[in-house]
């Protein structure tokens, strides 16, 4: 099955549909993991509604390049696109929070931007930067919430901050087919996030952002260990029945 | 409430009651205000929150509403067990809706239950503790992709065939909660029939999942209808409450007579020997049940209680310092800051 596909050739877009599709596709198997786990009943709900829009923007852009199931879960690792930050693994409440809060700022700053251009992803972008801004707010909101709650939710937040903040430079290293302005993004991205976590009474990290890897790797198919996990699990079935339909 | 007798006893509570030796005509009272509950009850109106109600009234409805919505938060389990594994991205999709969807009646029903002088978070110690029930069916496993389906076709069908009546229920909040509530869940049942559509016409394999899931799934739905009437001892005076409309029999035996052409349709069929159609009395004869077994799984004897109870548990304990953490910001911010919107920790999460 399809989701609405945009009229557009599909062949030029392809880098630019996958690396987009292929982030908010395995954020949001990350976000599905918490289904039934979450600190209150609230969250529950919130969680899986964003898990739902960000699979919503994955079928779209996958199908812009190809077909969204066989792209999804015949494909294996090393022809992923999404950056690292998104398949890390939930870890605490913190962490996800933390991921959240880098990944949702940046992807509003890019779908803001693509949405005010005139290219092939305009359409999405418009439509989609209304449910991140959803999305920032939310972890934006724990964000203060757990930076400024109790010593204990401070310490954990600020821990998250921390052993995250290597994968965020990699969310600024170009996209091919995206035409942005990506230094001027990450400068923006770093003035908004420096300034929720100092709100938040958290000290902004100042670790590398990047890992041992070049930035980009995530981008080239290069991943981390728990990606190939999380994959086995969510193309198991689909590939224990070739060719069924669902 | 609408009568005049019962407007007269609005504002009062249950426990005045208890005064009834100190005041020479408090007697009376109790008894006009029992008088105006029955009257209210038998011209089929609405009690609400703040009239009058009998004690064992208020009782049972904090029990059958706070066994629902635990059922409904219990409920996410077996099913959020595949959305990591559902085989596409559209069932997926439906998938983690129907789970957002099942946190959200869990919302409205603790609602609903907060409305008789309860919290949610004493209903859930009392869940966590093993002190209040949930529906045993979600005791049973989901062993393969077919039992998403199977629970949406059987277990929602059953809910609904259940739960319709209870938007007729004597109780106001009870019953506007399940007229959203049963809108959802007849989508849930549609969707969870379509996908044993799709999988009984697939390939062999998919038709003998669906089938498998089929056999395993159809006993334990007749079993959420309750004991039989014989045994059942809270049916009586739930009836003359009109918090239920129709005995445990009489709602299994209608969901009997629905899904044996819905089976047939899918191409399924129903894992029950002695299932035909009586002519005389215009329904289908169907077998015995295993009591036996309702009864172990109640007790806490069946597959996944242990399993389902100790997730819920943990998921409450490890969510602890998120909860106290909202609460100590809401506090830190209450001062200075305009409205209501930050004096509890819950309403920040309330607001996400």
Redesign the interface.
């Given at each position: 099955?399809t989701?609405d596909v945009p009229d557009a050739p599909t062949a030029a877009l392809t880098p630019a549909a996958l690396a987009l599709g292929d982030d908010a596709?395995v954020l949001s198997?990350r976000l599905?993991?918490w289904?039934?786990?979450?600190?209150?009943?609230?969250?529950?709900?919130?969680l899986?509604?964003i898990?739902?829009d960000l699979?919503?923007q994955?079928?779209i852009l996958?199908s812009m390049a190809g077909d969204?199931?066989e792209l999804?879960?015949l494909r294996e690792e090393r022809a992923f696109r999404n950056v690292q930050l998104v398949e890390q693994p939930n870890g605490?409440?913190a962490h996800t929070i933390a991921r959240q809060l880098y990944f949702s700022a940046y992807q509003h700053l890019l779908y803001a931007a693509l949405a005010a251009g005139d290219g092939p992803f305009a359409p999405l972008a418009a439509k989609a930067v209304k449910e991140v801004a959803y999305h920032r707010d939310?972890a934006e909101?724990?964000t203060?919430?757990?930076g400024?709650?109790?010593d204990?939710?401070h310490e954990?937040m600020q821990r998250a901050c921390d052993a995250l903040w290597r994968y965020t430079g990699e969310l600024f290293q170009p996209v091919q087919g995206l035409d942005a302005d990506w230094a001027g993004m990450e400068a923006a991205w770093l003035e908004t996030v420096g300034d929720v976590l100092r709100r938040a009474t958290l000290t902004v990290p100042e670790g590398p952002r990047s890992g041992a890897w070049t930035a980009g790797a995530g981008r080239q198919g290069l991943h981390t260990e728990p990606f190939g996990r999380m994959l086995a699990?969510?193309q198991?079935?689909?590939r224990s029945?070739p060719?069924?339909?669902? | 409430m609408a009568t005049a007798a019962a407007h007269r006893t609005a504002g009062t509570r249950a426990h005045d009651a208890h005064d009834a030796h100190d005041r020479p005509d408090a007697v009376h009272d109790t008894a006009a205000y029992e008088q105006a509950f029955d009257a209210a009850v038998a011209a089929d109106e609405r009690i609400e929150p703040r009239d009058w109600m009998p004690d064992a009234y208020r009782a049972t409805l904090v029990r059958q509403i706070a066994q629902h919505a635990h059922s409904e938060i219990v409920g996410m389990q077996p099913e959020a067990n595949w959305i990591t594994r559902a085989p596409s991205l559209r069932r997926k999709a439906i998938l983690m809706a129907k789970v957002q969807d099942e946190a959200g009646h869990g919302l409205y029903l603790y609602s609903a239950a907060e409305t008789l002088g309860v919290g949610r978070d004493e209903l859930l110690d009392k869940l966590h503790s093993g002190r209040q029930k949930y529906s045993s069916i979600f005791n049973y496993p989901t062993l393969t992709w077919a039992d998403v389906g199977a629970i949406g076709w059987l277990v929602d069908g059953a809910a609904i065939t259940n739960q319709v009546p209870l938007c007729r229920c004597s109780y106001g909040p009870y019953a506007r909660a399940m007229v959203r509530i049963c809108k959802e869940e007849s989508f849930h049942q549609r969707q969870g029939y379509e996908l044993l559509l799709a999988l009984s016409r697939g390939t062999p394999e998919q038709h003998a999942m669906a089938q498998d899931a089929v056999d395993r799934w159809w006993w334990p739905s007749l079993m959420m209808f309750g004991p039989p009437d014989d045994a059942s001892q809270h049916s009586a005076q739930s009836m003359a409450w009109k918090i239920k409309r129709h005995s445990n029999d009489e709602l299994r035996q209608r969901f009997v007579d629905i899904c044996v052409p819905q089976a047939a349709s899918l191409g399924l069929t129903l894992p029950d020997p002695d299932l035909k159609w009586n002519e005389e009395r215009g329904h289908h004869d169907f077998g015995p049940i295993d009591w036996t077994e309702f009864w172990d799984v109640l007790k806490g004897n069946g597959p996944c209680n242990e399993q389902r109870l100790a997730q819920r548990r943990r998921a409450h304990e490890e969510g602890a310092w998120v909860r106290r953490a909202a609460a100590a910001h809401a506090a830190k911010h209450a001062r200075g800051t305009t409205g209501p919107a930050r004096t509890t920790g819950e309403t920040g999460a309330t607001r996400a």
């Open positions: 099955m989701a596709l198997h599905g993991e289904a039934g786990h979450a600190p209150v009943l609230e969250e529950e709900v919130a899986a509604n898990a739902l699979l919503g994955a079928r996958l969204e199931d999804a879960y605490d409440f939310h909101q724990w203060l919430r757990l400024d709650g109790t204990v939710s954990r699990e969510m198991h079935l689909h029945h060719g069924a339909s669902w | -």
